[in-house]
Structures are given as C-alpha cells and as structure tokens.
C-alpha cells in the first residue's frame, strides 16, 4: 500500500484562549480545530475518572476547594466524625503531572496492589469498596464529610453531609453518561451532576486554572495537555522562530508539560519567555509547533500563541485507513505507584493482548484487554513490577504498538 507523507510547514497561524475575568473557565483546545469547549471552572467539586479502568477522583482546589483524608476512623467511624484535629493534619492534592492521580486515589499504599486510597479493590468481583472517609471544605459552603462507598459496574456510589450528619446526600454517578470523555463532574454545593468537557477524541490543550504541587501547592493558570498528547519543551533558543528541531527533542507526557511558567509576572504586567518552544504531538501522530507570546492576566485570562504543524504523519493513498494503535503510560517513570496503560485499539479488533516483558526478554505479566474503539485503560498494580526497566507491548494477532517503561 502506498502512503504519503506530508512535512511541509502549514501557515503559522496566531491565536488567543481567553477564560475570561478572574480565569473564571477552563477551555478544551484542538490544536487542529481551534476552541472546543469551555466551561466555568466554578460548577464543580469532584471530577470522578470515566474511562474503562479509571478510578481516581480530583478536587476542584482550583475555586478553594480543600480536603483531608479522615485519620482517626475508617468507613465505620461515619457517625462519630470530629474535625478539631483538622488544623494538624495533611491536606491532599491532585497530581498536576497525570490525570490518573486525583487527590482520591493519589496516596494509595504502594505496597497493596489492591488499594486505590479511597478504597480496596475485589480482584474476584471487580468491585471497589470504599473504606475511608474523607473532610472536604466546599468553597463558599463550609465542611462536610464524604465517602465513595464503592465503584461497581462503572457506577460510582457516594454520600456526603455536614459533619454532624444532617443534609446527607446520597448520590450516584455512572460513567456510561460520559462516553468518550475523562471526566464526570459533581457539585456538592448544588447536589448535581455535569457534563462540562468535550469528548477527549475533540481536545489537546485545556486552559485555566490548577493548583501545582512541587516544590508546594500553590494555585497557577496556564496549559495542560489530554491524555495521549505528546509535548517537547525547547528553552534557551537563539532564534525560536526558525527552530524546528523536534526530531531531537524529549516529548513528555506529563500533562504539565507547558505548564504557567512560560510567563513572570514583574510587578506590573507579565513577561514572556522569549527564548522557549513548544512542541505537541497529539494522538493523530502530528507535529505542532507553539510559541507564547502573551498573557492578559486577571482581566481577561487571555493567552496568546502561535501555532504551525510542521508534520502530518503517512496516509495511505487508497484512502484504506491503515489499523494502528496507540498507548501511553502514566507515570514514567514510576515509583512506588500504580501504572496506568492508555491505549486506543480500533473498532472491529476482538481481541488483544497486554504483555509486560523484561530486559532479559521474560514475560513478567500478559493479560486480555478490553477491546473497542476510543480510549481503555489497564492498570498495572503497584508492586506487581519490580524495579528496572520494561517493556510494555499491547497487540494482537497482527499489530503491535511497544512503550519502554521504568520502574524506580
């Protein structure tokens, strides 16, 4: 079959991302397709994992949100719950690397495979039993407690009320509402669920606000990138407008790739690095190149880029859409953590495999997949790898797609 393979640079095209005053919403961007959605980052607290294997939960720190994991009881203490405590103890938080570590579902104990923080994994009916409680502080509401009292047949049960019982509010939330999409969304302060983001297939890029976590939790606004996009960053260019080197540049996946800081503030406005270049690669195997060029800060949440696709991957010819895969893993390197496998089989596949092997070549795990369009997930329990180096192959009688992943 013959393929085409198109590498001329496109027109650099100039475009603005505003979320408005105050950065008051989170917009869903395609680099292909401009705008894809925008919501008010405002009308939610929890934001529940949709995908196949998917069971991490954020908060939305964003707006002030906070929560505590309840240290003096488990699911059992729900009726005696006392937060005089809570000046003592640690606050959780979202990952801002991954979208597979919410600030429930972050801090489970690497050394049980079957704990997912909020609760415990059946390996024989696949059922997560909630066994924890948690302390949330709604923005502009006040305390309550919460609990996910399971995740069963894609449905998350959970309850929650003010600390000494009264308003409880109990709750479901079925991933099968949100097809095609990362996230199902809950606000505790209106007792109702949202559809606020654009199928992933539609989005690279999400602007707004988020809380970053290293070297401490301090609330930012900048960029993150979806699941299954790729990003190289380039500083300290001579001349980042005829730059182009992303054939020797490292993508990353960690979603915060590009991140707030490619911009300071100086006390009166705020300065862009002149100096630092974006690449993108999303799913579709293209190659985006993006150069900030401004900030409107607090007026408007206006961001300002240029954009210019510098390649377009093979096409067959016959117009036969070639079968192919694609996978990512989240985090990698790990350490000490669950492994999340992201990967996209195409319709009318059966059946597939995952097969981890060693550098000796050994088959270290192999298991069925899910199989279907859009995006599944497989999730590598923590400790079922030890430390070193692997390789992660999904396949099936046909085509193979392989990730190199490292185990710390």
């Known amino acids: 079959m013959a393929l085409a393979t198109m590498c001329a640079h496109a027109q650099v095209v100039a475009d603005t991302v505003y979320t408005g005053a105050g950065y008051a919403n989170h917009v869903w961007y395609s680099l292909a397709a401009d705008d894809a959605g925008t919501a008010p980052k405002n009308n939610w607290d929890l934001a529940f994992d949709v995908s196949g294997f998917g069971s991490t939960i954020l908060v939305n720190t964003a707006i002030g949100d906070s929560i505590w994991k309840y240290p003096s009881a488990d699911a059992t203490g729900w009726a005696t719950v006392d937060i005089s405590g809570l000046s003592g103890w640690q606050p959780r938080f979202n990952s801002d690397t991954s979208w ?118 301090y609330g930012v606004t900048g960029v993150l990138q979806n699941k299954g996009v790729e990003m190289a960053r380039c500083p300290d260019l001579v001349d980042k407008t005829t730059f182009t080197g992303y054939a020797t540049a490292t993508f990353k996946t960690e979603i915060n790739t590009i991140g707030y800081d490619w911009k300071t503030f100086n006390g009166m406005s705020y300065d862009i690095k002149d100096s630092l270049v974006f690449f993108a690669k999303p799913a579709s ?51 000490g953590s669950n492994v999340t496998v992201v990967y996209s089989i195409p319709a009318g596949i059966a059946t597939a495999q995952l097969t981890v092997t060693d550098v000796a070549g050994r088959v270290v795990l192999q298991d069925a997949l899910q199989t279907g369009g859009g995006l599944n997930q497989y999730l590598i329990g923590a400790g079922r790898l030890t430390a070193g180096v692997y390789m992660v192959t999904v396949h099936d009688a046909q085509t193979t797609t392989t990730q190199k992943l490292i185990v710390q």
């Not at 059922?127 to 409680?133: F, H, L, P, Q, R």
């Not at 949100?178 to 297939?201: H, I, Q, V, W």
């Not at 985006?288 to 010819?317: D, Q």
Request: charged content about 15%.
């Open 285 to 335: 195997g293209e190659i985006w190149k993006l150069i900030f060029t401004g900030f409107g800060g607090s007026t408007n949440g206006g961001m300002m880029f240029s954009k210019e696709k510098l390649y377009t991957p093979p096409v067959a010819v016959t117009g036969v859409t070639p079968v192919a895969y694609s996978m990512a893993l989240y985090p990698n390197p790990c350490s």
């Open 100 to 217: 597979e570590l919410g600030a429930m579902g972050r801090y489970a104990n690497p050394a049980d495979p079957t704990d997912l923080d909020w609760g415990k994994y059946n390996m024989t009916t696949h059922v997560i039993a909630g066994d924890s409680i948690y302390i949330i502080k709604v923005a502009g509401v006040g305390y309550k407690k919460l609990m996910i009292e399971s995740l069963a047949s894609g449905t998350y049960t959970f309850k929650y009320a003010n600390i000494d019982g009264t308003g409880l509010q109990n709750a479901t939330l079925a991933k099968s509402a949100y097809t095609g999409k990362n996230f199902g969304y809950y606000s505790l302060s209106t007792n109702t669920a949202a559809d606020r983001e654009p199928a992933s297939a539609n989005w690279d890029l999400m602007f707004g606000s988020y809380t970053r976590t290293q070297p401490s939790p």
